[in-house]
């Protein structure tokens, strides 16, 4: 399994691809899956706001396309000092495609990693299990 170095590596490198040219907010997401292989991705902006993608959202579509079934780990990076959580939606997919132990790692600084379980961001998330009640 990739270590957590590794996977904030791939996020910053991700990150610098970013097409954001209206936010200035570049953003890069980095996910190690079940199989232990890293899938990374970046926010993409477009003119008619808000229609764009998130770096969380670009990573776990590269993961799906790549047969990766759950999110073990996954860090999100900006260029800002501030650690940079995903927003509603993004908390949704990675709830979707995550187990209980996944943990979400946000940098901060720069150099200090803030870490959270998918609980901590979206508690009580609708999840497939809600829908096997029909």
């Given at each position: 399994?990739?270590?957590?170095?590794q996977?904030?590596?791939?996020?910053?490198?991700?990150?610098?691809?970013?097409?954001?040219?209206?936010?200035q907010?570049?953003?890069?997401?980095?996910?190690?899956?079940?199989?232990?292989?890293i899938?990374?991705?970046?926010?993409?902006?477009?003119?008619?706001?808000?229609?764009?993608?998130?770096?969380?959202?670009?990573?776990?579509?590269?993961?799906?396309?790549?047969?990766?079934?759950?999110?073990?780990?996954?860090?999100?990076?900006?260029?800002?000092?501030?650690?940079?959580?995903?927003c509603?939606?993004?908390?949704?997919?990675?709830?979707?495609?995550?187990?209980?132990?996944?943990?979400?790692?946000?940098?901060h600084d720069?150099?200090r990693?803030?870490?959270?379980?998918?609980?901590?961001?979206?508690?009580q998330?609708?999840?497939?299990?809600?829908?096997?009640?029909?």
């Amino acid at each position: 399994m990739p270590d957590l170095n590794q996977l904030i590596k791939a996020a910053q490198q991700a990150m610098q691809r970013a097409y954001a040219p209206y936010s200035q907010f570049k953003v890069g997401a980095a996910i190690v899956d079940n199989r232990g292989d890293i899938h990374a991705g970046c926010n993409v902006e477009n003119s008619a706001y808000p229609i764009g993608c998130c770096a969380e959202q670009a990573a776990v579509s590269a993961m799906v396309l790549a047969n990766g079934t759950s999110i073990e780990d996954i860090v999100i990076v900006s260029e800002h000092k501030n650690p940079c959580p995903p927003c509603g939606a993004c908390r949704q997919i990675i709830a979707e495609h995550s187990q209980k132990n996944t943990r979400i790692h946000l940098l901060h600084d720069n150099d200090r990693v803030i870490s959270y379980s998918v609980d901590d961001l979206l508690p009580q998330a609708f999840t497939p299990a809600h829908l096997d009640n029909r």
